[in-house]
């Protein structure tokens, strides 16, 4: 995030950030889960597809940004809505256990999946017991 001073609010149990001009971002919330060779982080963005989301890795900081729009087809009106339309936006720093070259991002049905390989020096490895 830039350096200006931002406020984290409560909306209806959804974490958001607001920015110097009242703009509002919401926090997506995420399970995270972790085997012998990697961390796979799922972060519920609902309204986000391929073309709305991005996955960035800056100096051990993963960014994952996305946009949720609404579309209304011709002759109707929004009457109900159960999700914010905006932007989503959460930062994780990785550690030196991660491989940045390795992660994999894929969206289906509003939850973005990443798949962050760990380094081969990290992972779990049995060691043989001779006799």
């Known amino acids: ?10 909306e209806d149990s959804v974490q958001t950030v607001r920015g110097p001009e009242n ?6 919330d995420v399970d995270i889960r972790e085997d012998d060779g990697s961390i ?12 709305t989301v991005s996955v960035t890795v800056e100096k051990n ?29 959460r930062d994780f720093t ?7 070259d390795g ?5 289906r049905h509003g939850v973005l999946e990443l798949t962050l390989p760990k380094r081969e020096h990290v992972k779990t490895r049995k060691v043989e017991i001779e006799a």
């Open 1 to 10: 995030m830039t350096d200006t001073k931002v406020t984290k609010v409560e």
């Open 23 to 28: 703009d509002t971002t919401y926090l997506p």
């Open 40 to 51: 796979r982080v799922f972060a519920d963005m609902p309204g986000v597809d391929q073309n």
């Open 61 to 89: 900081v993963l960014t994952v940004e996305g946009e949720a729009r609404v579309d209304t087809p011709e002759g109707y009106r929004l009457v109900g809505q159960e999700y914010g339309v905006g932007r989503y936006r």
């Open 94 to 100: 990785l550690s030196d256990a991660v491989d940045p």
């Open 103 to 107: 992660i994999k991002a894929r969206v």
